[in-house]
């Protein structure tokens, strides 16, 4: 049985950073890509980032410089890290198995909220 379980969110100041987790278990997470994707309030879906299974991740135009997808296969975990946070980044965030925006496992999020 696939489970996401996402961790590590919370409240910090803007230009603040935080790492969110996420640990994989029930599949082999060395041979899947892996997704995060926030939702902030009142709005859709957004693709942030996501790793191939050797560690080379993709960023959105937003993300890209200040995010910093990661895994370590070993231990079965994702993580993102995210420095320079803005008020905008505030969302519930997602890990998701696969890639392309086909993604057939989900966690159930964890909350970041970036306000002063």
């Known amino acids: 049985q696939v489970q996401l379980m996402e961790s590590g969110g919370g409240l910090v100041q803007p230009g603040g950073s935080l790492r969110v987790s996420c640990a994989a278990t029930?599949?082999?997470?060395?041979?899947?890509?892996m997704t995060w994707v926030r939702q902030a309030p009142g709005k859709g879906l957004e693709w942030v980032s996501e790793?191939?299974?050797?560690?080379?991740?993709t960023y959105n135009t937003d993300s890209k410089g200040r995010f910093t997808i990661s895994r370590d296969n070993a231990k079965n975990m994702l993580y993102l890290q995210m420095n320079s946070l803005k008020p905008e980044d505030t969302a519930l965030y997602y890990c998701?198995?696969?890639?392309?925006?086909?993604?057939?496992?989900w966690g159930q999020g964890t909350q970041v909220t970036v306000s002063s």
């Open positions: 029930g599949f082999t997470f060395s041979n899947h890509y």
């Open positions: 790793i191939n299974p050797g560690g080379g991740g």
């Open positions: 998701a198995r696969g890639a392309n925006y086909y993604y057939d496992s």
